[in-house]
T-cell receptor, first 112, second 111 residues
Framework: SQKIEQNSEALNIQEGKTATLTCNYT??????LQWYRQDPGRGPVFLLL???NEKEKRKERLKVTFDTTLKQSLFHITASQPADSATYLC???????????WGAGTKLIIKP | KAGVTQTPRYLIKTRGQQVTLSCSPI?????VSWYQQTPGQGLQFLFE???????NKGNFPGRFSGRQFSNSRSEMNVSTLELGDSALYLC??????????FGPGTRLTVT
């Protein structure tokens, strides 16, 4: 069955450093991959979408890479700040089916 | 544009009762998806409606149902509540069904 894996353990990063989160998947050939941010008690917030034919995408301090051979996406936050502390979710989708498949999320903690 | 709104925000029900949750999507969005989120299971897809038709359905029992109205507002209903239905229920709207814009959620507690 389709499976997405994100680091279940919290990631602790020093302020100012680059945080890198990983999303691995199996038994799926997504047309696109998305990253969301979720704060406690709130709904996820859309951050970035990258399509299967794109290798990298950037938005301000965020960078996403997508390797369909390795079946992996990396999500980078450069010059991290304590306000970046949240849980980050990845989600996969295919153009023929609008249902997203979600990872369980990785909790990121940026320490001042 | 106003964001996705969900009502009520908090709800306490007794086992065996039924509940109806409401979601108003972003203006112009025709796709509405519903998710259940629990600490142990993460985000679980319930169903998606597009222009009043259910387009996708997750692996939940028939006690979970939904509908979408002509103005794209959506409701989901859970009948015969069980303790395990306690969760955060999230609604997300989308223009084409890809990027999801979530509401604040309804926290349902079943006692």
């Amino acid at each position: 069955s389709q499976k997405i894996e994100q680091n279940s353990e919290a990631l602790n990063i020093q302020e100012g450093k680059t945080a890198t989160l990983t999303c691995n998947y199996t038994n799926y050939s997504p047309a696109y991959l998305q990253w969301y941010r979720q704060d406690p008690g709130r709904g996820p917030v859309f951050l970035l979408l990258i399509r299967e034919n794109e290798k990298e995408k950037r938005k301000e301090r965020l960078k996403v890479t997508f390797d369909t051979t390795l079946k992996q996406s990396l999500f980078h936050i450069t010059a991290s700040q304590p306000a970046d502390s949240a849980t980050y979710l990845c989600a996969l989708g295919g153009d023929s089916n609008y249902q997203l498949i979600w990872g369980a999320g990785t909790k990121l903690i940026i320490k001042p | 544009k106003a964001g996705v709104t969900q009502t009520p925000r908090y709800l306490i029900k007794t086992r065996g009762q039924q509940v109806t949750l409401s979601c108003s999507p972003i203006s112009g969005h025709r796709s509405v998806s519903w998710y259940q989120q629990t600490p142990g299971q993460g985000l679980q897809f319930l169903f998606e409606y597009f222009s009043e038709t259910q387009r996708n359905k997750g692996n939940f029992p028939g006690r979970f149902s939904g509908r979408q109205f002509s103005n794209s507002r959506s409701e989901m209903n859970v009948s015969t509540l069980e303790l395990g239905d306690s969760a955060l229920y999230l609604c997300a709207s989308s223009f084409l069904g890809i990027e999801q814009y979530f509401g604040p959620g309804t926290r349902l507690t079943v006692t």
